[in-house]
């Protein structure tokens, strides 16, 4: 259960009453700090040690949908005239690194769809095991359009239209990324969201 005001409506966080405060809290006016009888849970704290590998806090981590491989990664091959061109399909591999967003790791993404007219990839990360061997297509590098996944939450849950820090489950290098939840879907799995404009 979450943190609950003492009640006491002092006032002393800008809000008229406790039950306002909350209201405020929910909507991103305040936080739960702002409250001067606040103290923070076990399950809080716990989520204070949780950090990137640079030290940077996350708001949620995203999980895969249950019964899929990792979370959707929808990208966009710089060149994207070559999606149509080699007929990429569904259930191909295509190699390429994400230089758009800045990241120096090559990905083996599973094709789940390939739009010929826009180019966009939507994708599962599946490793470089699934390309050994294997005919795979190699984009060399892609821009990062978002995610898809079920968010576990950390600090904060997804909030539509805010820009947040998130890492996605299977980043092999545990770096936060930040982007723009602009799809918040509740679902019985969980909490089913799409993050754009993604950034490292």
């Not at 700090?33 to 704290?45: A, G, K, L, R, V």
């Not at 949908?65 to 005239?81: C, M, N, Q, T, Y």
């Not at 061997?133 to 978002?146: E, K, L, N, P, R």
Request: hydrophobic fraction near 40%.
């Amino acid at each position: 259960m979450a943190w609950q005001p003492p009640g006491k409506n002092c006032g002393l966080c800008g809000a008229k009453t406790c039950l306002a405060f909350l209201e405020m809290v929910r909507s991103g006016e305040r936080s739960y700090p702002d409250c001067p009888f606040y103290q923070e849970t076990d399950s809080e704290q716990a989520a204070q040690d949780l950090r990137d590998i640079l030290g940077n806090p996350y708001d949620f981590v995203l999980d895969p949908v249950p019964g899929e491989p990792s979370a959707r990664k929808i990208v966009l091959p710089f060149r994207p005239d070559l999606v149509e061109r080699w007929g990429i399909a569904e259930g191909e591999i295509v190699l390429g690194r994400p230089m758009g967003a800045g990241c120096p790791v090559q990905h083996v993404l599973r094709v789940i769809d390939a739009n010929p007219v826009t180019g966009v990839l939507t994708t599962h990360v599946v490793g470089p095991a699934f390309s050994r061997g294997a005919s795979c297509h190699d984009v060399q590098a892609y821009h990062m359009i978002g995610f898809e996944g079920l968010a576990r939450v950390i600090r904060r849950p997804p909030t539509f239209g805010m820009r947040q820090r998130f890492l996605p489950g299977f980043c092999m290098m545990a770096l936060t990324h930040t982007g723009v939840t602009n799809m918040v879907i509740e679902r019985p799995e969980g909490l089913l969201i799409r993050v754009e404009d993604i950034r490292l």
